[in-house]
């Protein structure tokens, strides 16, 4: 290894542990700041307010968890959804799609072959709409979505530039942003929160029983 590439390496641990956490948490949140807000996040809450059938998020890996956290988040908030794992969709769990669904495939590349083959099998099962949520420009989602939003070019904080952290961070905060207005679409009543989640402390909050008169 060249003493160029060991420097490259061996950086990020010469500076102290606090400068180097504020770099990484400043790098995802600059990433989230650089997103480019189009009509393209209109027509995806169109698709899915207007979708008769439930919300199927999907995704593999990383992006599978950030697509399960969008259905958990969807369904507390009045927007019935599932996660369904694109790899098992071949294997049977594509009987969980059904006619009018709206599905959410989430990868930051675009090219997960299980991600592509699970909305081609869907298209036979007369889904509502697919919105892909990626990055790269030569994305084979954005062939197959009829709503593509684009995450723009992200640059990771990794040291070694591979470990998806910011596109994480981006792709979960635009999952947020789109189930928020949803939820405000459909104007969500604490009342109707507090029915979906009555546990715990936001289930405590949401209840109206223990309001002021």
Do not use: W
Not at 36 to 51: I, N, R, T
Request: a negative charge; glycine letters at 10%; charged letters at 25%.
């Amino acid at each position: 290894m060249s003493d160029t590439c060991k420097n490259q390496r061996a950086h990020p641990g010469d500076q102290s542990v606090e400068t180097r956490i504020q770099q990484i948490l400043a790098a995802e949140a600059d990433a989230i700041r650089a997103v480019a807000v189009d009509e393209a996040y209109g027509q995806a809450l169109d698709l899915l307010h207007k979708s008769s059938g439930k919300i199927v998020a999907t995704g593999m890996g990383k992006a599978g968890f950030v697509a399960r956290k969008f259905a958990a988040i969807l369904s507390s908030t009045a927007s019935p959804a599932i996660f369904i794992h694109p790899a098992e969709a071949a294997h049977g769990d594509l009987g969980m799609v059904a006619e009018g669904d709206c599905i959410v495939a989430f990868s930051t590349s675009g090219k997960t072959r299980e991600v592509l083959e699970f909305i081609e099998l869907s298209r036979h099962m007369k889904v509502g709409g697919v919105i892909g949520i990626t990055s790269h420009r030569d994305s084979g989602l954005r062939d197959l979505s009829d709503v593509i939003i684009d995450m723009g070019v992200i640059a990771e904080p990794c040291p070694l530039g591979m470990t998806p952290t910011a596109s994480m961070a981006v792709m979960a905060a635009v999952g947020d942003a789109l189930a928020l207005v949803l939820m405000e679409r459909k104007g969500v009543t604490r009342e109707e929160y507090g029915l979906r989640h009555h546990g715990g402390y936001l289930g405590k909050r949401a209840r109206t029983d223990n309001l002021p008169e």
